[in-house]
């Protein structure tokens, strides 16, 4: 965890978030139907940019075995809690950046990342593809099956 920190490897963990940073924007965009404009969040995409980059920093600077998702979760809660000076500008920018466009482009590199494995992949064989399609399908039917039940339960649909 806690390795010395390159320029290359700095260099490519920014390349990383501005490539995500930029797309999430594009996305943020086009799931709002292009009524949004693209400008209006770009400062919330800097400030999380931001946010991800002192976290990224952090968990190589500060010489404790702690992830930099720690230091990224403190450093957001921090400029957004309610009394923190930065609260209200944090969050309102940061409101208008939604969540899944943001998650897309984590996803599919987290995806493109795994895939790098394609030989260890094919170890696992057919049987392994069937399993991966059960689990996935599963999860979509049960998480589809709680969100109808408890909309219908709050009269909601």
């Known amino acids: 965890m806690n390795k010395k ?6 260099l490519e963990a920014l390349l990383i978030m501005l490539i995500v940073a930029a797309i999430a924007v594009i996305g943020n965009w086009v799931s709002g139907k292009f009524t949004q404009s693209i400008v209006d969040s770009i400062p ?4 999380l940019l931001g946010i991800a980059i002192l976290g990224t920093l952090f968990a190589h600077v500060i010489p404790l075995k702690i992830p930099a998702i720690i ?4 450093i957001g809660i921090l400029l957004a809690i ?8 944090v969050t309102e920018a940061v409101g208008k950046v939604g969540l899944l466009p943001l998650a897309t482009p ?8 795994m895939g790098k494995d394609w030989a260890e992949f094919k170890k696992i064989g057919w049987k392994g593809i069937v399993v991966t ?11 589809a099956l ?11 649909i």
């Open 44 to 47: 919330g995409m800097l400030i």
């Open 82 to 89: 309610e009394g923190s000076p930065t609260a209200p500008y």
């Open 71 to 74: 230091y990224i979760t403190v």
């Open 106 to 113: 984590v996803l599919a590199y987290a995806g493109v990342n």
């Open 133 to 143: 399609l059960c689990v996935m399908i599963g999860t979509f039917v049960g998480s």
């Open 5 to 10: 920190l390159t320029m290359d490897d700095f």
């Open 146 to 156: 709680i969100a109808q039940l408890i909309l219908s339960a709050e009269h909601i």
